[in-house]
C-alpha cells in the first residue's frame, strides 16, 4: 500500500494503542511490586513502611533545589505528553475542502458535496443498495473512503469495474487529480427473511 493511500483505510490508532499498552503494562507492575511488598514477601520491615519511603523522601530532601526542579520538570513533561496524548486520540477525523484555481479566481467545495456526488455515482451502480462515501486525507492529498453494500447475486467484478472506470474516474476528473487514493468496502445487503407457514 502507498504512503498516499494510509489515510484512505482508516485513521491510524497505532500509537494510541501503543502508549496504553505501555502505560497499562507500567501500572500493572507497579500494582503488582505493591501487593508483594504489601504482602511481606521481600521482609516485614518494608510492609510496614509508609508508601512515600523515607530513604527517597530524605534524598529527595537533601539534593536540594536541583532534586525538587527534576521532579517537577519530570512531572511536567508526564503532564504535557498525557495531554497531547488524549487531544490526539480525541480530535475528530479531518475532511478536506477541495480547491480549484481558474482564469476566475479560486472555488472551494465542501468535503459533503465531494462524498454526496461521489455517493450518488455509487449508488447508480447495477447492483449497489447502499452507499456510504467519505472524504479523508488533506487538501494536497484528499482521498476516498466507500463503503458499498451490495444486493444478493451482484457480480463483484462488474461493480468494482463500474466503481473504478465510472465512479472513481469521474472524481479524480471532476477534482482535478492524478491520483485520487480510495479504501473500497464491500458488504453484502441483509437477505430478506423468509416466513415459514
Given at each position: 500500500?502507498?504512503?498516499?493511500?494510509?489515510?484512505?483505510?482508516?485513521?491510524?490508532?497505532?500509537?494510541?494503542?501503543?502508549?496504553?499498552?505501555?502505560?497499562?503494562?507500567?501500572?500493572?507492575?507497579?500494582?503488582?511490586?505493591?501487593?508483594?511488598?504489601?504482602?511481606?514477601?521481600?521482609?516485614?520491615?518494608?510492609a510496614?513502611?509508609?508508601?512515600?519511603?523515607?530513604?527517597?523522601v530524605?534524598?529527595?530532601?537533601?539534593?536540594?533545589?536541583?532534586?525538587?526542579?527534576?521532579?517537577?520538570?519530570?512531572?511536567?513533561?508526564?503532564?504535557?505528553?498525557?495531554?497531547?496524548?488524549?487531544?490526539?486520540?480525541?480530535?475528530?477525523?479531518?475532511?478536506?475542502?477541495?480547491?480549484?484555481?481558474?482564469?476566475?479566481?479560486?472555488?472551494?467545495?465542501?468535503?459533503?458535496?465531494?462524498?454526496?456526488?461521489?455517493?450518488?455515482?455509487?449508488?447508480?451502480?447495477?447492483?449497489?443498495?447502499?452507499?456510504?462515501?467519505?472524504?479523508?486525507?488533506?487538501?494536497q492529498?484528499?482521498a476516498?473512503?466507500?463503503?458499498?453494500?451490495?444486493?444478493?447475486?451482484?457480480?463483484?467484478?462488474a461493480v468494482?469495474?463500474?466503481?473504478?472506470?465510472?465512479?472513481?474516474?469521474?472524481?479524480?476528473?471532476?477534482?482535478?487529480?492524478?491520483?485520487?487514493?480510495?479504501?473500497?468496502?464491500?458488504?453484502?445487503?441483509?437477505?430478506?427473511?423468509?416466513?415459514?407457514?
Open positions: 500500500m502507498s504512503r498516499s493511500s494510509h489515510a484512505a483505510v482508516a485513521r491510524s490508532a497505532t500509537t494510541e494503542r501503543t502508549a496504553t499498552a505501555v502505560v497499562g503494562t507500567l501500572a500493572l507492575l507497579a500494582g503488582l511490586l505493591a501487593l508483594v511488598v504489601g504482602a511481606g514477601w521481600l521482609g516485614s520491615d518494608r510496614t513502611r509508609p508508601v512515600a519511603d523515607p530513604v527517597a530524605d534524598w529527595l530532601g537533601g539534593s536540594g533545589v536541583l532534586g525538587r526542579l527534576l521532579a517537577l520538570l519530570l512531572g511536567l513533561v508526564l503532564l504535557a505528553l498525557g495531554v497531547r496524548w488524549a487531544v490526539r486520540a480525541l480530535r475528530p477525523e479531518h475532511h478536506p475542502e477541495v480547491e480549484f484555481d481558474d482564469a476566475d479566481g479560486e472555488l472551494r467545495v465542501s468535503a459533503r458535496a465531494v462524498t454526496e456526488a461521489v455517493q450518488d455515482d455509487a449508488r447508480g451502480i447495477d447492483g449497489v443498495s447502499r452507499a456510504r462515501v467519505t472524504l479523508v486525507g488533506t487538501e492529498r484528499p476516498l473512503r466507500l463503503l458499498l453494500a451490495l444486493r444478493r447475486g451482484t457480480d463483484v467484478r468494482w469495474s463500474a466503481l473504478e472506470h465510472r465512479v472513481l474516474g469521474r472524481a479524480r476528473d471532476a477534482l482535478g487529480l492524478e491520483r485520487l487514493p480510495a479504501a473500497v468496502h464491500l458488504e453484502l445487503d441483509a437477505a430478506e427473511g423468509h416466513r415459514v407457514r
